[in-house]
T-cell receptor, first 116, second 115 residues
Framework: KAGVTQTPRYLIKTRGQQVTLSCSPI?????VSWYQQTPGQGLQFLFEYFSETQRNKGNFPGRFSGRQFSNSRSEMNVSTLELGDSALYLC???????????????FGAGSRLTVL | DQQVKQNSPSLSVQEGRISILNCDYT??????FLWYKKYPAEGPTFLISISSIKDKNEDGRFTVFLNKSAKHLSLHIVPSQPGDSAVYFCAASLYSGAGSYQLTFGKGTKLSVIP
């Protein structure tokens, strides 16, 4: 079956712009989580969605937001981009909460954002 | 406050020998631990996991050991192969309510297996 699909894979923006990243989970996975990976900080949790509701949120400013659609696809948005937002943004999907194995995430290849 | 620590940014091992990757955690509420492997330009892929009620889990060449009293886990790869060269992330799972789990990751250890 198809893996987690993230688009776009690479993008370049300038400071002050906004960006929207898209994620399609594995078929049958209904939870989607987003992580930011930077060289010095590893993978940092952004947020988790299930059933179109944000269930958990990491320690990121309000410029970072997301949503989930009824087909479980998810988007995240970063507004007023800063240089420090340059990172690899990873989406991961998992089974519905409460399901055995729900704590095992399957990651996409990521969206590499460069802010100039 | 870094709750999951991988203190070795890099590790080099000869092909055929054992690779040992270490991970320490601070939160005693973590109840499940996972290891992920990441190649460049790809997302992390799940490798092996262990429940907090166990102290060892084995899957082929990969074994994870958990020492709860020391809040320490390790991943052993025997024998190491050049294709194992990647960044390895340790992750710890914490129940966050309503059936949800949140994973906290370490910063990763880059393993290089030398032919």
């Amino acid at each position: 079956k198809a893996g987690v699909t993230q688009t776009p894979r690479y993008l370049i923006k300038t400071r002050g712009q906004q960006v929207t990243l898209s994620c399609s989970p594995i078929s049958g996975h209904r939870s989607v989580s987003w992580y930011q990976q930077t060289p010095g900080q590893g993978l940092q949790f952004l947020f988790e969605y299930f059933s179109e509701t944000q269930r958990n949120k990491g320690n990121f400013p309000g410029r970072f937001s997301g949503r989930q659609f009824s087909n479980s696809r998810s988007e995240m948005n970063v507004s007023t981009l800063e240089l420090g937002d340059s990172a690899l943004y990873l989406c991961a999907s998992s089974l519905a909460p409460g399901t055995t194995g729900a704590n095992v995430l399957t990651f996409g290849a990521g969206s590499r954002l460069t802010v100039l | 406050d870094q709750q999951v620590k991988q203190n070795s940014p890099s590790l080099s091992v000869q092909e055929g020998r054992i690779s040992i990757l270490n991970c320490d955690y601070t939160n005693s509420m973590f109840d499940y631990f996972l290891w992920y492997k990441k190649y460049p330009a790809e997302g992390p892929t799940f490798l092996i996991s262990i429940s907090s009620i166990k102290d060892k889990n084995e899957d082929g060449r990969f074994t994870v050991f958990l020492n709860k009293s020391a809040k320490h886990l390790s991943l052993h790869i025997v024998p190491s192969q050049p294709g194992d060269s990647a960044v390895y992330f340790c992750a710890a799972s914490l129940y966050s309510g309503a059936g949800s789990y949140q994973l906290t990751f370490g910063k990763g250890t880059k393993l290089s297996v030398i032919p």
